[in-house]
């Protein structure tokens, strides 16, 4: 199917958000614009480029997407660092950090700069591209994804040299924010409504993707759409799950595929399954990448969404299932907490017991249920729509390019 072009969105944010998007845009007509991850599919980060970058060329602005190469070691060292910084204690030796620039060295010599009016790097996966800012005449900016708020202190040290070396630090939630010498832009993360993976679904759709993985849509259904990442603590959500389904007839569903530049995901897929062994009434579901239609029917055929992650950096997958006016359960952390506000959005909760408890009450509950979905949606659409994303790293760029300008934070 075709993708959506700007004035699709008209009738979701309305007209004015679309005008001033073209009025900001019009200042960077023709510069180039370059984003470079880790990953072409899985995970949010690649989730949001996919969408962005044609929207920003549709504006003018020539945006290109590049992800850097890397070996197992590479990925290996990386999902380390990501745990590490995350709170989960890692040995990063000096060989890794020697492993991790040499790659990143390997990448530069591949990658050209010299026609970029802006980098947007995004994560720590390719972080030392900033090597290459002297010969660049580029604006850099470090994009971060991810809950930097307790890292490791050595992997920071380490991370820390070459943040600074950016022009700003793009964070999105207000606790990741760390004492850095450059500026810092807040900026949550975003979804596309008009994407396959959030756009309008004929029920017939639905229903059939449910018979394809044998899910009967009469009895209820809680799911969670993620990666298989400890993280999520998916193996968490069964054992509340369980305890739910003592006392009432229900399903739930685990559905996720994984991200190129995760290594764990099918060891964490075999310990998910061998939790779920022997519960009828389970359902993992490895999805390959792109089932986004899939995902998306999944969600609008669910009775409730959970988000069970212990870490998170925004969570795309709270704003997805809200935008379909779905209630959410989480725990309150990273990002989510900007997403569900308890008992408005969605319902929050510290432990395994607490969720169980929570999903009994939702369930019970479907009229509260709908209105937390209801609220939800409206508050995604006046925060985390991909159109507001666009106009914020538009000024982001403006900023860099009239930069002296430190204390400006959008
Ligand atoms: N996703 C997907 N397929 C999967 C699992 C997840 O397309 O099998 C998508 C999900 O819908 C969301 C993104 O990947 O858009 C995950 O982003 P999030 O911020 O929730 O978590 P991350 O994976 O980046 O930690």
Redesign the pocket.
Known sequence: MALAKLDDYRQVVGDPEIEEMRAIARQLKGARMKHINSTSV????A?ILHRMVPLLNEMDILARWEVIKGGDDFFNITKAFHNALHGKPENITPEMFRVFIDYNRKNAEEMDFSQDDFVFIHDPQPICLIEKRAQSKAHWVWRC?IDISTPQSDLWEFLKNYVERYEGAVISSPSFSQKLSVPQFLIP?SIDPLAD?NKELEPRFINSVFEKYGIDRKRPIVTQ???F?RLKDPVGLIKAFKMVNKKLDCQLVL???G?TDDPEGLLVLEEVKAEAEGSPDIHILH?A?G??LE?NALVRGSSIIVQNSIK??????VS?ALWKGKAIISRPVGGITQQVLHDVTGLLVHSTEGLAYSIRYLLANPELASALGKTGKEFVRGNFLITRHLRRYMLVMLSTRFSGHKEICL
């Open positions: 899985g995970g949010g980060v989730e994804h993360p993976k759409i993620s990666r990442d559905a996720g595929g991200a999805l990448p089932a986004d995902i998170e950096g925004f969570g795309l997958t997805e």
